[in-house]
T-cell receptor
Framework: KQEVTQIPAALSVPEGENLVLNCSFT??????LQWFRQDPGKGLTSLLL?????REQTSGRLNASLDKSSGRSTLYIAASQPGDSATYLC??????????????FGTGTLLAVQP | DAGVTQSPTHLIKTRGQHVTLRCSPI?????VSWYQQVLGQGPQFIFQ???????GRGNFPDRFSARQFPNYSSELNVNALLLGDSALYLC????????????FGPGTRLTVT
């Protein structure tokens, strides 16, 4: 059974710091991995999608890497800003899900960037 | 282009009642999925529909049902509501296939009292 874990559960950093969020998954048989941002009580905003054949994706100050063989992904945020404060979720699309495109989520990392 | 839309935004129901939640996907997207997110947890997969057919179902009781309409919008129905059904219900749309990015709506906050 695929399980997704995110460490740390919460993180507080001063503005301007570079930071790394971690995501691990137990079964390497995945189509892709997606990182999301969620503001309190709101829906999910897609940040980056990495296909299983890719090693990393970049968007602005965000860089996500994928090491499928070790079951790990990292989300790197450069020069953090107070507006980056949110919960960050990673999710995998399992190969063994059949015809469905369901996502299996971690429990998220709550990030607070202090001004 | 409009993103995924969901209605209503908030809903308060009493135990034992029935609820219907609605979702409109991004134009051109034929796949709609539903997720339940309990406070402090990651979203849990409930259903996926593609071209009006159920493609997958998560580990939820038969009280949960869904359907997709010819215009690709979708409804999630929950019967005999329990206190534990209180959650944020999220809808996601995508192009067909597991390789495509999923886009989520703002969610419907359901409170069961």
């Amino acid at each position: 059974k695929q399980e997704v874990t995110q460490i740390p559960a919460a993180l507080s950093v001063p503005e301007g710091e570079n930071l790394v969020l971690n995501c691990s998954f137990t079964d390497s048989a995945i189509y892709n991995l997606q990182w999301f941002r969620q503001d309190p009580g709101k829906g999910l905003t897609s940040l980056l999608l990495i296909q299983s054949s890719q090693r990393e994706q970049t968007s602005g100050r965000l860089n996500a890497s994928l090491d499928k063989s070790s079951g790990r992904s990292t989300l790197y945020i450069a020069a953090s800003q107070p507006g980056d404060s949110a919960t960050y979720l990673c999710a995998v699309s399992p190969l063994k899900g059949g015809a469905t495109n369901k996502l299996i989520f971690g429990t998220g990392t709550l990030l607070a960037v202090q001004p | 282009d409009a993103g995924v839309t969901q209605s209503p935004t908030h809903l308060i129901k009493t135990r034992g009642q029935h609820v219907t939640l609605r979702c409109s996907p991004i134009s051109g997207h034929k796949s709609v999925s539903w997720y339940q997110q309990v406070l402090g947890q990651g979203p849990q997969f409930i259903f996926q529909y593609y071209e009006k057919e159920e493609r997958g179902r998560g580990n939820f009781p038969d009280r949960f049902s869904a359907r997709q309409f010819p215009n690709y919008s979708s409804e999630l129905n929950v019967n005999a509501l329990l206190l534990g059904d209180s959650a944020l219900y999220l809808c996601a749309s995508s192009l067909e296939g597991q390789l495509y990015e999923q886009y989520f709506g703002p969610g419907t906050r359901l409170t069961v009292t």
